[in-house]
T-cell receptor, first 110, second 114 residues
Framework: DAGITQSPRYKITETGRQVTLMCHQTWSHSYMFWYRQDLGHGLRLIYYSAAADITDKGEVPDGYVVSRSKTENFPLTLESATRSQTSVYFC?????????FGQGTRLTVV | AQSVTQLDSQVPVFEEAPVELRCNYSSSVSVYLFWYVQYPNQGLQLLLKYLSGSTLVKGINGFEAEFNKSQTSFHLRKPSVHISDTAEYFCAVRLSGGSYIPTFGRGTSLIVHP
């Protein structure tokens, strides 16, 4: 199916563990983004990518790592998960005007 | 850098009443403006966008918004809401040239009562 897919949809992990959230798009959009959504904060940009092999920090990058070896994939890794990283994570892509969003990953760090 | 302020965190309204969700932005250069809707446990969907041209923009589900450059506003309106419009609404802005990065407001929760 065409679109942007995130996996997993739900994840529970323990403090200190590494976890990777996956994002795949089928359109070949140049830009991709990772946001986190928290009550009272709206959507905050974690990292973005303008093209394959080009990534840059957003507003809240600490504790996260991204890579983009292929245009269609943009995984987000939490190197050592903390409880403050409990959130809903959204991946999005864009090529011209608006951004297109995935369904989100609800991550709980216990 | 651009920023977005959504003035109301929550807007309760009765079914079939009109509603306005307010959005103000800050930018020193030309921008694109967007409204997105988020239903529970889902991602964001585009409602409407302003890129250029007519300042009154019509979107899906009967929503419309008006771009007001002098007041740096982009308020969302619907003349008669339905229960199914209950959702979170986000206003977003991005520069019209260069960076494609959208900046989002904190969201407004629209609650439609029967």
């Amino acid at each position: 199916d065409a679109g942007i897919t995130q996996s997993p949809r739900y994840k529970i992990t323990e403090t200190g563990r590494q976890v990777t959230l996956m994002c795949h798009q089928t359109w070949s959009h140049s830009y991709m983004f990772w946001y986190r959504q928290d009550l009272g904060h709206g959507l905050r940009l974690i990292y973005y990518s303008a093209a394959a092999d080009i990534t840059d920090k957003g507003e809240v990058p600490d504790g996260y790592v991204v890579s983009r070896s292929k245009t269609e994939n943009f995984p987000l890794t939490l190197e050592s998960a903390t409880r403050s990283q409990t959130s809903v994570y959204f991946c999005a892509s864009s090529w011209d005007s608006e951004a297109f969003f995935g369904q989100g990953t609800r991550l709980t760090v216990v | 850098a651009q920023s977005v302020t959504q003035l109301d965190s929550q807007v309760p309204v009765f079914e079939e009443a009109p509603v306005e969700l307010r959005c103000n932005y800050s930018s020193s250069v030309s921008v694109y403006l967007f409204w997105y809707v988020q239903y529970p446990n889902q991602g964001l969907q585009l409602l409407l966008k302003y890129l250029s041209g007519s300042t009154l923009v019509k979107g899906i589900n009967g929503f419309e918004a008006e771009f007001n450059k002098s007041q740096t506003s982009f308020h969302l309106r619907k003349p008669s809401v339905h229960i199914s419009d209950t959702a979170e609404y986000f206003c977003a802005v991005r520069l019209s040239g260069g960076s494609y990065i959208p900046t989002f407001g904190r969201g407004t929760s629209l609650i439609v009562h029967p």
